[in-house]
């Protein structure tokens, strides 16, 4: 019997090394090394031996399903591999690994070829997981837009198809829901390993290196955390920021909130961590310095001006900007007012410092819209709109 042309050629190409040279009892850990090797591949699982066994084929979901396990029958056929794979390990691996067998060629021929059928089994059953049955799950109707929901859906994807999970969601990502799907992506994400990233930001980059739709950069901004940013290919990276910072220049919020450059706003996050940054907090200052247009001015204040301690990092950079928000809080801005006093404490030190001491005539000690974090007063409060001074 020639045992080459009775078993698979990738299970052949495991154990061949060891088989011509007539090292059989190595030929057999070959062949039961290749199977667990399968099951792994399989599942995403990176255990071993009978624990292997029991995540992948054990329970009342086993990961691989060797059938439909609509029947008892076919349930008892289900467990009936699980203990044949335990059999493997238990009783064909162990003893190998930790005791002088000696095997002979006849042995060798009749193991390999039960790992062959082993293996078979494995390669032929179902995966609970996979890509297209993911990807329905995320249009359920039923769907739970919570953290917890989320990670009870990554439980259900093996550590290794979890790139695939996140790639399969960024391929689709015009046709799903990323608002319904922002705890399951930020969790995902959270959770590739540096090689998986990788991978899944190149894919990300050569998406970007031709993008042009808004709904295609916008999506693929949705599926990025901002601090992966100097990890895209640097072409794609330099077009989108240009992109993005020309949006920004011709974005004003007009009547009615409508909003030109839209795709601007995207940039909020992104832009501490631009190549190009100085060039767009240069834009920013401009907009928010231009005396003589209240909806370009109302772009920058609205999506931008809570962030700008980011943007801001040469000297010279940051006390134009706190020179230009000072002087539009004295003009009688309300809307720079209004974001300032919202997030004022969210700034550093220094510029809340900076700021307070240049409106320092502005505040009420008694009676402060806000506390800094060292308990410095800081403006006053506003009487509320359409507050009727008459007492009666």
Do not use: C
């Not at 293996?119 to 919570?146: G, H, K, Q």
């Amino acid at each position: 019997m020639n045992l080459q042309t009775n078993i698979s050629d990738s299970l052949w190409e495991a154990v061949s090394t060891s088989y011509t040279s007539e090292n059989y009892k190595h030929a057999i850990l070959d062949a039961v090394h290749y199977v667990t090797g399968e099951i792994r591949a399989r599942t995403g699982i990176d255990g071993d031996g009978t624990a292997l066994v029991s995540q992948a084929l054990g329970g009342d979901h086993p990961k691989l399903r060797v059938n439909s396990l609509t029947s008892a029958s076919e349930r008892d056929v289900q467990k009936g591999i699980e203990h044949l794979m335990r059999g493997l390990y238990l009783g064909i691996r162990n003893p190998r690994s930790h005791e002088q067998i000696i095997d002979t060629k006849h042995d060798a021929d009749a193991i390999i070829h039960f790992v062959d059928y082993l293996a078979r089994v494995i390669n032929a059953s179902r995966e609970s997981f996979t890509i297209e049955n993911f990807l329905m799950s995320l249009s359920d109707t039923e769907f739970v837009e919570s953290e917890r929901y989320a990670e009870l859906l990554i439980l259900e994807i093996p550590v290794n198809r979890r790139v695939d999970a996140l790639i399969a969601i960024f391929e689709n990502r015009l046709t799903v829901d990323l608002q319904k799907l922002r705890y399951l992506t930020k969790q995902l994400l959270a959770l590739l390993n540096d090689a998986q990233l990788e991978q899944y930001l190149s894919i990300v980059s050569s998406a970007l290196r031709t993008a042009s739709e808004e709904a295609d950069i916008r999506t693929t901004l949705r599926l990025l955390k901002p601090e992966m940013w100097p990890r895209i290919h640097e072409t794609s990276r330099l077009r989108i920021e240009n992109r993005l910072i020309r949006e920004i220049k011709s974005g004003q919020v007009i009547h009615n909130n409508k909003i030109v450059g839209a795709l601007g706003t995207w940039a909020y996050a992104y832009i501490k961590y631009f190549s190009q940054r100085t060039d767009a907090a240069s834009a920013l200052l401009d907009k928010l310095n231009d005396t003589f247009d209240d909806a370009e001015r109302n772009y920058v204040v609205k999506y931008f001006l809570a962030r700008f301690p980011e943007y801001f990092i040469a000297e010279a950079e940051i006390r134009r900007a706190l020179r230009i928000i000072v002087a539009l809080v004295r003009q009688g801005d309300y809307s720079v007012r209004s974001v300032l006093v919202s997030n004022i404490r969210n700034f550093p030190g220094e510029w809340q410092t900076q700021i307070a001491e240049s409106l320092q005539d502005l505040t009420d000690p008694e009676n402060p819209a806000v506390f800094l974090d060292d308990g410095t007063p800081f403006l006053d409060k506003p009487t509320a709109q359409g507050e009727d001074d008459i007492p009666f």
